[in-house]
């Protein structure tokens, strides 16, 4: 598995406007609140999906990917790896652009379908890192 490099990265991140995030907790105190919330403040637009979540951050919340009525420029992803199959299923659908995991989410077959399908595949990376690495 071989992410993008960081300049690739810093294009994806230059280029989107809005990130479906999920699994997003609407808990200030766990991991996907406080990097959303980064991003959100960062000036993209965060569309939560969790179906146990009716608003998060501000924005209405999705059941699934599928739910969301527009296009998505990044699905990030704050799931544990094995729930990352089905997720990339619901991926395809939408026909988003970026599919990117969080740390230590990881799946090599998922990365290996993704990509080998043209989709820009970022796994076990922190997207409020990298934005603040590559700002």
């Given at each position: 598995m071989n992410n993008p490099s960081r300049e690739e990265i810093k294009e994806v991140l230059d280029n989107a406007k809005t990130i479906a995030v999920v699994g997003l907790s609407p808990n200030p105190n766990r991991t996907s609140y406080m990097v959303s919330e980064a991003m959100q403040k960062a000036g993209y637009r965060i569309i939560p999906v969790n179906p146990a979540a009716d608003e998060v951050l501000g924005e209405k919340s999705y059941a699934s990917l599928k739910d969301i009525p527009e296009r998505v420029d990044i699905v990030n992803v704050f799931r544990r790896s094995e729930f990352l199959e089905a997720l990339a299923e619901e991926f395809i659908e939408i026909d988003s652009p970026v599919f990117w995991t969080q740390l230590n989410v990881v799946d090599e077959n998922?990365?290996?379908?993704?990509?080998?399908?043209?989709?820009?595949?970022?796994?076990?990376?922190?997207?409020?890192v990298e934005h603040a690495i590559l700002k």
């Open positions: 998922v990365f290996n379908r993704l990509s080998g399908l043209g989709y820009t595949v970022i796994m076990d990376r922190c997207i409020k």
